[in-house]
């Protein structure tokens, strides 16, 4: 073996341990059956990129646009993962809260009355479906477009 090659497998070696320990935590919480966890291996990844490049050498001009795509890439992963488009488009939970009250003929029973009811109709709940489902197609699209086009001049 020469020494180019011990070199080679000193700091692979040395970069392997790093790595192990950088990624332990988001591995850890990793699961096989969800989009999710791909999703936060992306997002874990990105925020380290974007580290390195606001650190970097680069010139305003060209890093200031890789940093926003970036960002922007890990805003989508957040919007993505936290399944929250019925709400952005207008969604109010049903948020049921009931009173006691005594009834009528004997006040010494009590009934619960649903004092807040659904305020949004079939019709807008359907609207609402739609709509969500459209910001979440839109928002999966220009992910990977961001990632499809300008991923590989990221690099510092």
């Not at 090659?5 to 990624?23: A, F, P």
């Not at 795509?69 to 488009?85: E, G, K, M, S, V």
Request: aromatic share 14%.
């Amino acid at each position: 073996m020469n020494l180019y090659r011990i070199k080679d497998l000193y700091y692979d070696i040395k970069q392997g341990l790093r790595s192990l320990i950088r990624y332990f935590p988001i591995v850890w919480k990793t699961r096989d059956w969800d989009y999710y966890y791909l999703f936060e291996m992306q997002k874990f990844q990105l925020e380290l990129l974007l580290k390195i490049i606001k650190k970097g050498h680069e010139i305003d001009e060209t890093r200031i646009p890789k940093e926003k795509d970036i960002q922007r890439c890990i805003d989508l992963i957040d919007n993505i993962n936290q399944n929250n488009y019925f709400e952005r488009c207008g969604f109010v939970h049903n948020r049921v809260i009931y009173k006691t009250i005594p009834y009528k003929d004997n006040p010494k029973l009590t009934q619960l009355i649903n004092i807040h009811p659904n305020p949004q109709s079939e019709e807008e709940l359907k609207k609402i479906f739609k709509e969500s489902e459209k910001l979440e197609e839109q928002e999966l699209k220009e992910l990977f477009f961001i990632l499809q086009k300008k991923c590989q001049g990221w690099w510092d």
